[in-house]
């Protein structure tokens, strides 16, 4: 349903174009969730708005191609791409804020979205905006869709953000970061009305996140990027629990559950180099314990790594 | 090492002119009273890394503002060394943001020595090795001593901030959040130098986090909070081995794991009420799958179920 092909997104920087997304192919099929999981400055996001086709002046995609339903969204006209978002595909942020204006009821924000894309009476329109919060789980809808944002928690902000990507039943979802701003209790609800919504109305969900355990209990598939690469991918068992990158395995291990208690994490030596200075060759070259000679030149993508010496 | 007893701290809303007016005239209008810390009691022993978990709203923060000194509780006292906390060395505060707690405009040697020149721990003279000592100490290179805080990493901020509170030669620590802005491999680095400062000065820590996580791995104690009020203190082990407040098992519960593969989440209901307008009895019934008709009516009381394990719930009464 999704393919995505070498896809190159750069930004024009003083300091000359810096790569945010290089060379990333996967594909997703219908009902099937897919982790995308980074550090800050990985290219996760970057990568989740170039689908959409969001990304703005000083980025652009440079090359490779995003195809979606058999349509080649790279480089489709801005009218056609606006007809596809939100209507097909819809997107998430990590502030709900991002989604919902502020000054307007959540009543005038949601029939907008049905008007923009289906010629209905505003009745319908109404009666659609209820049915899609009922979905996400808020209580009586018909008198809180006349609330304003503010009157939310921030909990109940992001559901009326999940219920206005919900309102056309899209193919596609692409959420990045929902739940990070999130109390865990809360984080566990959406969550759940997440995998939920997922198996009732079929659609694919593209998860974008820093926080591998979130992934592991939601994703079919997990995608590991790093300096703006996908450095490993494959089903979340695979990637979880047998590892092939030795970043993957550093993530891992870095996570406190997965240490003695009390006793030193293991780490990862350095930090993410600046996406402006990537080493020659294989860009975790530096931070790896396993690079050698070899590593100098840049890996290809096989086996479901991008690495000369995958572990495993 | 730190004692709080009966520790309770509420912020008002002074009602404005048109608000007094009314009430002048009789309409009734009450002020707004907010209880962050309601009543809250323990104590943390020397060399001792105690958690505080809850969730935004409970008071923790607030908490952690009045063990070092920088907020004055309403009620209840607050002992260090079984003193109030007014003398050198005071403890000191981690901060969650490594940015917005760094003033920008400062070299690092300027926020690293500034502490130590004004409470007279160094003299002019030595201020410099001195710095150079405390970066070290923290993993950074001494030739950043000029070098402006938007000239660092998040991690290294994070260690600057590390390096400042500890130039007054503190003996306890209070870490509000003090990974939850870093990535998860440089939040390993920053959870593997505070074990090794433990280990080396000896420190004692509060160490407030929203991440179970976090908490289970560095915490010999956790004390659980729930608007205002301490809902469970136990062990680390008992308390993830079995948590006895069911707002600690829904806590723990709704936790992602790595190790729950694909599970299907089964959340609380509700969400957390406002501190403003808290519910009767019990902060926690209306979201409790295991309240009973007394828990709207009365507030449980923290008591003691097994030997240094405490829980504030109405079931343990049998």
Not at chain 1, 62 to 88: C, H, N, T, Y
Not at chain 1, 290 to 308: G, I, Q, S, Y
Not at chain 2, 190 to 201: I, M, P, Q, T, Y
Request: hydrophobic residues 40%.
């Amino acid at each position: 349903m999704l393919e995505v092909r070498d896809l190159v997104t750069e930004f024009a920087t003083g300091a000359g174009a810096v790569r945010a997304v290089d060379e990333v192919s996967f594909e997703l099929k219908p009902k099937e969730i897919l982790g995308i999981v980074g550090e800050s400055g990985s290219g996760k996001s970057v990568l989740g708005y170039s689908i959409l086709g969001l990304v703005d002046s000083p980025g652009r995609i440079i090359s490779g191609s995003v195809r979606f339903a058999g349509q080649e969204l790279v480089g489709m006209p801005d009218a056609a791409m606006r007809r596809l978002r939100g209507k097909r595909i819809a997107m998430i942020f990590q502030d709900p804020m991002m989604t919902l204006n502020p000054v307007l009821s959540v009543e005038t924000q949601m029939v907008e979205t049905v008007l923009a894309h289906d010629d209905v009476s505003r009745k319908i329109a109404v009666e659609r905006s209820v049915e899609s919060l009922n979905l996400v789980g808020i209580a009586s809808p018909a008198s809180r869709l006349e609330q304003y944002p503010h009157e939310f928690s921030g909990g109940m902000r992001q559901r009326v953000a999940i219920a206005i990507a919900l309102l056309h039943r899209p193919d596609l979802i692409v959420a990045d970061e929902p739940t990070t701003a999130l109390d865990v209790t809360v984080q566990g609800q959406i969550l759940y009305e997440m995998q939920r919504l997922v198996r009732e109305t079929g659609a694919a969900l593209i998860w974008i996140t820093h926080d591998l355990s979130v992934v592991a209990g939601l994703a079919d598939r997990v995608a590991v990027m790093y300096a703006g690469r996908i450095v490993e991918e494959g089903s979340a068992d695979e990637v979880l629990y047998a590892p092939r990158h030795p970043y993957t395995r550093g993530l891992l291990d870095s996570v406190p559950a997965n240490n003695e208690g009390r006793a030193r994490l293991r780490q990862i030596p350095g930090m993410t180099p600046s996406l402006a200075h990537l080493p020659v060759g294989c860009s975790f070259r530096e931070r790896c314990s396993r690079a050698d000679a070899e590593c100098l030149l840049a890996p290809d993508f096989k086996n479901r790594t991008r690495c000369h010496h995958p572990l495993c | 090492m730190l004692e709080l007893i009966n520790v309770s701290k509420r912020f008002g809303k002074r009602l404005d002119a048109v608000e007094r007016v009314a009430r002048a005239l009789g309409v009734k209008i009450a002020e707004p009273i907010v209880h962050a810390v309601d009543g809250v009691s323990f104590k943390v022993g020397r060399g001792e890394v105690v958690g505080l978990v809850g969730e935004s709203g409970c008071g923790k923060s607030t908490l952690g503002r009045i063990a070092c000194g920088l907020v004055v509780p309403s009620s209840g006292s607050v002992l260090y060394q079984g003193k109030p906390p007014a003398a050198m060395p005071r403890p000191q505060m981690i901060f969650q943001d490594p940015f917005a707690s760094l003033n920008p405009r400062m070299r690092v040697e300027e926020i690293v020595g500034e502490a130590p020149l004004v409470h007279g721990l160094v003299s002019k003279m030595e201020i410099r090795n001195y710095v150079d000592e405390m970066l070290r100490q923290v993993g950074l290179d001494p030739s950043y001593r000029k070098r402006y805080p938007h000239q660092f990493s998040g991690g290294q901020r994070a260690r600057i901030g590390i390096a400042r509170a500890l130039a007054v030669k503190p003996e306890f620590l209070v870490c509000d959040e003090a990974v939850a802005a870093l990535d998860v491999s440089i939040q390993a680095q920053v959870l593997n130098l505070f074990l090794d400062l433990r280990e080396r000065l000896g420190l004692t820590y509060l160490f407030i986090s929203h991440d179970l996580g976090v908490v289970r791995h560095l915490a010999q104690r956790v004390v659980v909070m729930y608007l205002g009020r301490v809902v469970e203190i136990a062990t680390t082990a008992d308390l993830y081995a079995a948590p006895n407040h069911p707002y600690t098992q829904a806590l723990l519960a709704g936790v992602p794991r790595l190790d729950r593969q694909r599970r299907t989440y089964a959340p609380i209901k509700g969400e957390i009420p406002s501190p403003l307008a808290p519910p009767s009895g019990c902060h926690f019934h209306p979201r409790c799958p295991r309240a009973m008709e007394r828990c709207k009516r009365e507030v449980p009381a923290l008591r003691e179920i097994a030997p240094g394990r405490l829980s504030a719930c109405h079931l343990n009464d049998g």
